[in-house]
């Protein structure tokens, strides 16, 4: 049986999630995929620490001693900001690596650029986990553009800001009571501005951008509001209007052909495909020519529903480069 030999960059809480599902999954994905499959670097900053039990002789701190490994074929790439993740991720490529991140950060900028990389080198980009976490709206999305043009995205992109409102509605708490629980529970970071202020979201709807459209807008023209200022009596107010707050982040094709965006917080009544989405779930609504308007919903972050949407785009590279469907 032919092993695969894959490498972990960036070994926080996605990181270890890939790991500990391509263990416990190993025999299910020897069997289905035909391959044998074997984490044989990861990288970290500080490789004296042992995060997991056991892994201490597979991390290194050098991508060039991650990429001198003879037989590597796959990269798993779990770094937080731009750089170094695109750089790489880019000698990944070259090195003819399949390459799957969920860094949405460096994916919204750099994004068509690593994919033409990828297809000059013959090799495939896997993103899903760049947004909405365990949503599949990517392999969806995809999978819809075959026959269906797709005229707006709306989405619940960001659990943080999910998990806030549905608190201030459900349990009459203030932003900052909310935004404490939010940190305590290991939802939102210490610093919680990129959540908040929408620049989360707003990464992960350029992503959506691309695909749905093949471009995005200018970034200094999509209008970007956070939840901040958003008051519990106000909260409570539109609830007894039968309305609720959403964080959401939308893009759309107009007639005229101009890609328009916008991140804001949006009053929503029952029939909007977005109001029973709570807590930190994500949600993606789309509107098609044929389908009308479809709606996923799953968890948006975490270790495992994040990670294992990065081991189903491995599976789905394995399977194509073998010819075959994969299903997990």
Partial sequence: MATIKAAILGFGTVGQGIYHILNEK????????????EVTKILVTDASRERVPGTHHLMTESI????????????????????PAFSYLK???????????????????????????AKANGVFVGYEASVAGGVPIIKTMKNILLVNDVSRVQGILNGTTNYILTKMRAEGWSFDDALKEAQSLGYAEADPFNDVSGQDAFKKLMILSSLAFDEQPNWSDVEVIGIEKITAAQVAEATEKGLRYRHVAEVEKRANGEIHAKVS??????????????????????????????????PGAGMYPTASVMV???????????GFTVTI
Avoid: W
Avoid at 68 to 79: D, P, R
């Fill in 312 to 322: 189903e785009d491995y599976a789905e590279i394995i399977g194509k480069r073998a």
């Fill in 64 to 83: 060039d001693e991650v990429l001198a490994e003879k037989g590597l074929q796959v990269v798993f790439e779990a770094i937080v900001n731009e750089e």
């Fill in 26 to 37: 190993r025999q299910e994905l020897r069997e289905k995929l035909g391959v044998e499959l």
């Fill in 91 to 117: 000698q990944a490529v070259a090195h003819k690596c399949h390459v799957i991140t969920a860094n949405k950060v460096m994916f919204a900028k750099r994004g068509a650029e690593l994919e033409a990389l």
């Fill in 265 to 298: 917080p949006l009053l929503v009544d029952k029939e909007h495909p977005l109001y029973p989405v709570d807590d930190v779930f994500n949600a993606v609504a789309m509107e098609t020519n044929y389908i009308g308007t479809l709606s996923i919903t799953g």
